[in-house]
């Protein structure tokens, strides 16, 4: 989890696209196609390797839709996601080291998040789950000088059964670590962190968790009010369809304003779109995978 993932929205944006990259992969699994996996590209995401099929490698690209509104048009009109873009930066689309034969494929995962305290009060009455994430500032999570964090000392005056530690170790790679925190007493980790991003815990908790760092003069404190509830309910995903890259690039338009039932764009970042309508199936994807790995090109 880098430093620009850890916004509420990138980080749900994350689930999203774990949950359709496992999925995806057991649809080709059940289909009898082998899939391996890669390295990511130059300039790509450091912690996504893609799958690699017939010696072409499957980009899958997620939209996530938490609109409830838009969730129940679309529940009505099976077809309704043909109203929608298919949407990838222009740099992903444009970048010269890729092949023309590597595949986009396009997912939409619909959900429903809470909003609120009293909503995320009726999901657990509900018996449903939570994963409450709190977002560590700048000198925490993207620090000057990178240099080892530890000891970090953790206390909280309520019982917490699971607490994880998100962030960075010494070459900048993700790294989690997890402890219990009694009641009244203070924790102490040799965590190996040089940068921690977010804080993680399974279920509310009335008092405040207090974060110490050797290199930190003043402790961060997270108060009751400060966690996000980031877990999407309901989850229900459609694979789009699929184009080659070559395909995309000559079918594409600029767009710069985000579509309003999707996650907002990245800003400053021009996007190429294409219509769903005009993707091609996957049943022709499956079909043509089979051909790619019968060949092995």
Known sequence: MSADDTSYEALRQKVAEVSVEVAFRRHLGSQGL??????????????????????????????????RKRIEA??????????????IPAADVLAPERPDQDVFVFAFLTGLVTRSAS????????????ALLHCMPDAWKAPRTWRSMDPLTVSCRSPIRELEIHGQNEGRQ???RTTAL?????????????????LQIQAPTRTAVRVRSAVHARPHIVMPRDWENIWVYGMEISIAGYLTRK??????????????????????TTYLAV?????EPVAGLLQAARSWQASGR
């Open 34 to 67: 082998l899939v391996t996996t890669e390295p990511p590209q130059p300039f790509s995401d450091p912690e996504r390797h893609d799958a690699v099929l017939g010696g072409r490698r499957f980009d899958l690209r997620t939209a996530l839709i938490r609109d």
């Open 74 to 87: 679309m529940q009505r009109a099976p077809d309704g996601l043909r109203e929608e873009w298919a949407l």
């Open 119 to 130: 909503e995320l009060k009726r999901a657990l009455g509900a018996s449903q789950p939570c």
């Open 174 to 176: 993700h790294l989690s």
């Open 182 to 198: 009694p009641p009244e007493r203070e924790v102490k980790l040799e965590s190996g962190l040089f940068a921690v991003s977010a």
């Open 247 to 268: 395909e995309f690039r000559s079918r594409a338009r600029p767009l710069r304003r985000s579509p309003r039932s999707q996650t907002r764009l990245r800003p400053r």
């Open 275 to 279: 219509p769903v309508g005009q993707l």
